[in-house]
């Protein structure tokens, strides 16, 4: 063999390596000290990071420190502060150093946990994690768990075991041959479209459920629609209800859907990608009531549970199903173990999977379950009184009831049209955000534009929901 192939190390060396290391940690733990002060919103323009980019890369390598002078400089200044306490934008993704930390370890490692061959350890403690999970959420024991990317991702899963469990695995041998129907609310999230897209249900089946004035599900609208498809020939496969829904997070009436899906034989998949962590408290955790009825569950516990982004845990109560759905068994990928042992490859649509089980050990140990319980309280507690503030103010007002960490209201000092409104409020929201230290996100709701508040930074105090409420006071004058 030529010595150049044998002499090659590649990367820095170990003393290098530590030092940076060291000084990434420093920096990043002056970042969760300082982010408070940073302007929340990335103060750019479109393309402003991108001219800053050499449009052909580096021939030759270059030294890590100019790596990371280039990342402050350059890419700094285009981040926006999701860690930010002022953050009351679209949801959270909050996170926390424990799992940082671990989320580093699981990088270092570099371990590929397609198969529990591939790395034991990874395999077991993502199953024991879930087991966790379950009981926090107060999930029933038969549901088993998996870690996927993102809810979407386990929505999409759970679209299609219902897909084969209707057809009779026959659609992943032939092809989807006869309509059939999934029900969402109009409040459902984007990424059910973007399913039954994929998995080959074709838009067109997608049926949308009316909501009532708390913008949930109502059932008896979901049973008319099942039977008028079934009197046309039609074959009703899933229905997806949703805890949380990313406007206003309604919560559709699991519980009556539940007994409808039963009837009918139909998949009930539940997206709480959002709300799911407040079940871990038991004084919230009415909302769930009827999950134990579900054929699957989602959660984020890269929202609202201290994890980084990305840790999505989906719950099936018929793991076969999902297996026969997805499993796959080429002669390379078979192992001595595979009877004995849970191969989470066939549990999700990628076979590469990272280690994300570790993130989710290290928060859960670090914080507790009561750790984690007290977040949720007190971010609840803090939308109630935001909401309070809100009802009592003059020329303000509620444009959906108040859940858990989500508040939804708008500025109408009456005489106004709906379209002045919208005007006023888009106005309003934007002063308060140039501010630079909270950030709200906007959406509408019965027609009505509505400013959101989502509490769930990590960090986020009162003084945080107080700034945000002064700020929204000045900017109406
Ligand atoms: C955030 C959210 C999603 C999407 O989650 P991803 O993990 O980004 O795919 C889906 N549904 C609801 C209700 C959500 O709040």
């Known amino acids: 063999m030529p010595d150049i192939i044998q002499d090659n190390v590649y990367g820095m060396d170990k003393e290098a390596f530590r030092q940076a290391g060291y000084d990434f940690i420093d920096w990043l733990a002056d970042y969760f000290e300082q982010v408070e002060g940073l302007p929340l919103k990335a103060r750019v323009e479109p393309g402003d990071i991108l001219y800053q980019l050499p449009e052909v890369p580096p021939t030759v390598g270059e030294p890590i420190d100019v790596l990371f002078s280039d990342f402050k400089r350059i890419i700094m200044p285009g981040i926006t502060h999701w860690q930010h306490p002022g953050w009351f934008a679209y949801f959270p993704a909050n996170n926390s150093p424990e799992s940082v930390l671990a989320e580093l370890l699981t990088a270092g490692l570099g371990a590929q946990c397609m198969i529990w061959q591939t790395s034991p350890a990874a395999a077991e403690l993502e199953e024991r994690v879930m087991e966790w999970l379950g009981r926090m959420l107060g999930l029933s024991s038969h549901m088993k768990g998996v870690i996927q990317d993102t809810a979407s991702t386990a929505t999409l899963c759970a679209l299609l075991s219902a897909r084969e469990k209707a057809t009779g695995f026959a659609s992943n041998e032939s092809g989807v041959r006869q309509p059939l129907r999934v029900y969402a609310s109009r409040e459902a999230h984007s990424s059910i479209e973007k399913g039954v897209k994929i998995a080959g249900y074709g838009k067109d089946n997608l049926c949308y459920i009316d909501t009532n004035e708390a913008f949930a599900m109502i059932p008896e609208k979901l049973e008319a629609a099942i039977q008028k498809d079934i009197d046309s020939g039609m074959a009703p496969a899933c229905v997806v209800a949703t805890l949380g829904s990313t406007s206003s997070m309604a919560m559709d ?12 034989s139909v998949w009930l998949h539940i997206d709480a990608a959002f709300a799911g962590t407040a079940a871990i408290v038991p004084e919230l955790r009415h909302f769930m009531h009827g999950v134990e009825q579900a054929d699957s569950f989602v959660f984020n516990p890269h929202k609202w549970m201290l994890t980084n982004f990305d840790c999505s845990a989906y719950f099936v109560k018929d793991p076969e199903t999902l297996i026969q759905t997805l499993s796959i068994n080429p002669e390379y990928l078979k192992t001595a173990a595979d009877g004995q042992v849970k191969n989470y490859r066939d549990w999700g649509i990628q076979l590469g999977r990272r280690f994300r089980a570790l993130k989710l050990w290290f928060v859960i140990r670090s914080y507790g379950v009561e750790g984690l319980q007290q977040m949720v309280r007190g971010h609840v507690d803090l939308a109630r009184q935001f909401a309070t503030w809100v009802e009592e103010e003059p020329g303000f007002e509620l444009t959906a009831p108040p859940q858990l960490s989500l508040v939804c209201f708008r500025y109408n000092p009456g005489t106004h049209s709906e379209e002045e409104l919208t005007q006023i409020n888009k106005q309003l929201l934007e002063t308060v955000n140039d501010a630079g230290s909270v950030y709200l996100t906007h959406t509408v709701l019965n027609g009505k534009y509505s400013i959101r508040l989502a509490v769930g930074q990590a960090n986020t105090k ?16």
């Open 253 to 264: 009436p699991v519980y009556s859907i539940a007994a409808i899906c039963k009837k009918y």
């Open 462 to 477: 009162l003084k945080h929901v107080k700034k945000a409420w002064e700020l929204l006071l000045e900017a109406r004058r």
